[in-house]
Nanobody, 123 residues
Framework: QVQVVESGGGLVQAGESLRLSCVASGNIRSINVMGWYRQAPGKQRELVATIARGDTTNHADSVKGRFAISRDNAKNTVYLQMNSLKPEDTATYYC?????????????????WGQGTLVTVSS
């Protein structure tokens, strides 16, 4: 079993900052890509940012220059630093990680999602 738990969401005013964290745990052999997605009410889930094992990052155009993804491989943790937040950033933010884990004594590639953490930005 592999679990992913997010933290750091909350209510902030426009222009303020938040830092989200996501920790992966379980019988993990290696972690490939870690990423953040978000889903606003009535909208589809969308990519925010991803970071590969070699620290190559990809950020959505809507957050470039404001958000920064990073990871700590020793802690199986990915972060999302969110600056200059806007009301349109309001959404539930989900962590996703693609891992190789041991399941029933076998190595398997898994795509694991967290439960999400709510970010609300007031104007």
């Amino acid at each position: 079993q592999v679990q992913v738990v997010e933290s750091g969401g909350g209510l902030v005013q426009a222009g303020e900052s938040l830092r989200l964290s996501c920790v992966a745990s379980g019988n993990i052999r290696s972690i490939n890509v870690m990423g953040w997605y978000r889903q606003a009410p009535g909208k589809q889930r969308e990519l925010v940012a991803t970071i590969a094992r070699g620290d190559t990052t990809n950020h959505a155009d809507s957050v470039k220059g404001r958000f920064a993804i990073s990871r700590d491989n020793a802690k199986n943790t990915v972060y999302l630093q969110m600056n200059s937040l806007k009301p349109e950033d309001t959404a539930t933010y989900y962590c996703n990680t693609r891992v190789m884990a041991i399941v029933d004594r076998t190595y398997r590639n898994l795509d694991v999602w967290g439960q999400g953490t709510l970010v609300t930005v007031s104007s």
